[in-house]
């Protein structure tokens, strides 16, 4: 049976992915800033929307060209970005009050600078009350303490506003470092998917070899030994030929003296039974008859295929042809691959990379600059709440709370656009983007179906949403990149039939149906030794004894395996590694994780590397502004006490 058969270990050729020193990682440093990180994320995950919505009124080309109102749904827009939109215009309302304050509060200092408020401006103020009275009553001094606390709770309080205001104003200084630094790092970042994505290629392309190839050899190995193709050695030598066939010639020879021995007592009973016409039983001479013939027949085709060279020279033959077309086919396997642009994609990533890196000094610096001014807003209120509670400097106080004021008002509404469009840009990076990614490696979309046809024979390479899917499965390469444009799989089942023809001949089979023969015949001359004649009885008992020397010399002849072809282990040999194979090719070899983690690296450098530090800035430059309403409407109150 096949079963018992010993196959070679087939994996053990394998090539494993998990062994590969894979260097791409999607490590991100927050540098102490996890909260705001997480914070932000949350955030715009909660503000923006998904893909999913994004996807439901994205607009074509088309769209715009032939746009009109049919075709364009403005409540549609509007009710599915309500988050972004709600928070765009409520931002923007905001800076514009601001604003507005700031132009009503600056009038007011000019008409108090131009004396429309002068000598009013200061009364019932414990300043005033200080200066305007040598002496104070009783009730003045409890005035004056009142006005003095009053003060301190409201500069206490912008102090108090401010600490926070400096914490996320370090933010967003640490943040844009880290976007510097990220940017920096992506040139390296992309270097190392390069290498891991040329690991893939070469790990696969090693695969498809120790399947197609070494696997192989492994099974011709095994068949040889069942052919003993060795000892024919090369098969156009024809001393090698004749003398390997001359070798299994002659080990058939005891076997053809036992079968003729055997025709002819069976023929001599024939005769006699013709010559004495007795009514007996014939069942067991027609069986013999029979069975003879059957044994003559299965010993003549084994004599013909030991004598030939159609039979063994045939499988020979065979095991060389299948090995050569198998190792051409992996070669075209491999060559394939090498349809993937990892290089050329590497090169088309540099020159966008030039781009950024000579834009990343001029962000770094223009939003450090951002970050600078905020700052000298920042040193101004503060400085100036201090100062003013020193009477000799309290004026410098003041002016310094009035400049920093006045660059809050003249500033606010141009840092809230700015904010807002850290919030789309950080928006479509961290929730739009990443939502595409997934959509396309889940359902496959934006897939064009005639991008993947096979176009005159030559092989096309797969669009990357079809990559995408298949590798978020972790499938093979051969169903990846459709490399049965290149090679089909199922055609490895013919290799079966490529060793069931050709001429070669099931000698081990051959034998064993003559040993079935023999064993039909003694058991039939058994069950009739007591029903037959002295004469029949002597002729069937000289004829057992030749069917055990029959039986004996055809059991020596399986006992020596190498001089007859097993072609039953041939199958089972062939079949096994045709199962093997396919299973390898169409499930195994070069699975697609790693290839997966390399897209989803490239996203991470986007997403988190670069997408993380934007959310980051837009998180702490909104709570900022958020901030600034207290701590300017604190301080005006706080310089009018």
């Known amino acids: 049976m096949a079963n018992d058969y010993v196959f070679p270990n087939y994996t053990s050729n394998l090539p494993k992915m998990s062994d590969i020193d894979w260097i791409s990682n999607t490590n991100f440093r927050y540098s102490g800033f996890n909260l705001i990180h997480e914070a932000a994320n949350s955030s715009l995950h909660g503000i923006f929307p998904n893909f999913d919505e994004f996807s439901g009124f994205r607009l074509t080309p088309d769209d715009l060209l032939e746009f009109n109102e049919k075709n364009f749904n403005t409540n549609k827009i509007i009710r599915e970005n309500t988050g972004p939109l709600t928070f765009a215009v409520i931002g923007l309302l905001l800076a514009l009050v601001l604003t507005v304050v700031g132009i009503i509060w600056c009038i007011g200092k000019c008409c108090t600078c131009c004396g429309c408020l002068r000598g009013k401006k200061n009364v019932g103020s414990w300043e005033y009350v200080e200066n305007r009275f040598g002496g104070q009553t009783p009730e003045q001094v409890k005035h ?141 001479l027609t069986l013999l008859m029979s069975k003879t013939q059957s044994i003559q027949e299965n010993v003549g085709r084994i004599e013909h295929a030991l004598s030939s060279q159609s039979g063994i020279l045939t499988l020979c033959q065979t095991i060389i042809d299948v090995g050569t077309e198998l190792a051409t086919e992996a070669n075209e396997l491999s060559s394939a691959l090498d349809y993937i642009p990892v290089t050329e994609t590497r090169q088309d990533i540099k020159e966008v990379e030039k781009v950024i890196e000579a834009a990343r000094q001029s962000i770094f610096h223009s939003v450090n600059g951002l970050n600078i001014f905020l700052l000298v807003q920042f040193v101004l209120v503060l400085l100036g709440v201090i100062l003013s509670f020193f009477p000799l400097i309290k004026r410098f106080g003041s002016f310094s709370i009035n400049c920093g004021l006045f660059t809050i008002f003249i500033t606010v509404l141009l840092i809230w656009t700015i904010a807002v469009s850290v919030f789309f840009f950080a928006g479509g990076l961290i929730v739009v983007v990443p939502g595409a990614f997934n959509n396309i490696a889940e359902n496959g979309s934006l897939v064009n179906p005639d991008q993947s046809k096979l176009i005159q024979q030559e092989y096309k390479l797969p669009n990357v949403p079809h990559i995408l899917q298949t590798c978020k499965n972790h499938d093979s390469a051969y169903n990846v990149f459709k490399l049965d444009q290149v090679y089909n799989v199922e055609e490895l089942d013919k290799l079966n039939d490529r060793f069931l023809s050709g001429g070669m001949i099931d000698e081990v089979g051959f034998m064993r149906n003559v040993l079935d023969d023999i064993t039909n015949m003694k058991i039939q001359i058994f069950r009739n030794m007591e029903k037959e004649s002295e004469i029949r009885l002597k002729k069937l008992e000289h004829i057992s004894t030749l069917l055990l020397n029959l039986e004996g010399e055809v059991r020596s002849l399986l006992a020596k395996p190498s001089l007859l072809v097993d072609m039953v282990e041939v199958r089972a040999q062939v079949s096994n590694y045709v199962e093997f194979a396919k299973t390898q090719i169409s499930k195994n070899v070069g699975n697609c994780e790693p290839l997966y983690d390399i897209f989803d690296s490239i996203l991470h450098v986007f997403t988190y590397k670069m997408g993380s530090p934007i959310g980051a800035y837009w998180f702490s430059l909104n709570l900022m502004m958020f901030l600034l309403y207290p701590i300017v409407i604190t301080a005006i109150i706080f310089l009018s006490i």
């Open 144 to 284: 004056m303490r009142k006005t003095r606390a009053r003060k301190i709770r409201c500069g206490g309080f912008v102090i108090f506003s401010l600490i926070f205001y400096l914490a996320f104003l370090i933010g967003l200084f640490i943040t844009n470092n880290q976007l510097h630094n990220s940017i920096a790092e992506t040139t390296k970042e992309f270097d190392n998917y390069q290498v891991d994505g040329q690991k893939y290629i070469d790990v696969t392309q090693r695969q498809f070899d120790a399947v197609m190839k070494t696997s192989y050899t492994n099974l011709s190995v095994k068949l040889n030994e069942v052919g003993e193709c060795h000892i024919i050695g090369n098969l156009e030598d024809p001393v090698a030929k004749n003398s390997r066939l001359s070798i299994r010639v002659k080990v058939l020879t005891p076997t053809k003296i036992a079968l003729s021995q055997l025709i002819q007592n069976v023929r001599e009973l024939d005769d006699y039974q013709k010559h004495n016409l007795q009514d007996e039983d014939l069942s067991v």
